[in-house]
């Protein structure tokens, strides 16, 4: 079975905490710990869905951005402080499935 991680400070990390995702990867987003943690959590199949903060992803290099947005084993789900991270996650769900779940 896959897991849900998530990646990100202990702010954005502690809700899912307490939500009950077990596998949560505290970095310091302003370093290269977060480079190389998203770097590990995509190459590990043990993980079937990826979280992290729209600001965070926008600090990492264009080529793990790449690989995060076509991704589809990890589905990595980009949350925003605003609505455009729906969108994203919208289009994410209609690639993996194959069906868009908000189409009326």
Known sequence: MSEIAVIGDEEFTIGFRLAGVRRIINVDVSSSELVSKTQEALDNDSIGILVLLRDDVNKLPVRVRD???NSVQPVCV???KDSAGEDDLRRKVKKSIGLDVWDK
């Open 67 to 69: 690989k995060l947005e």
């Open 78 to 80: 980009v949350l925003s």
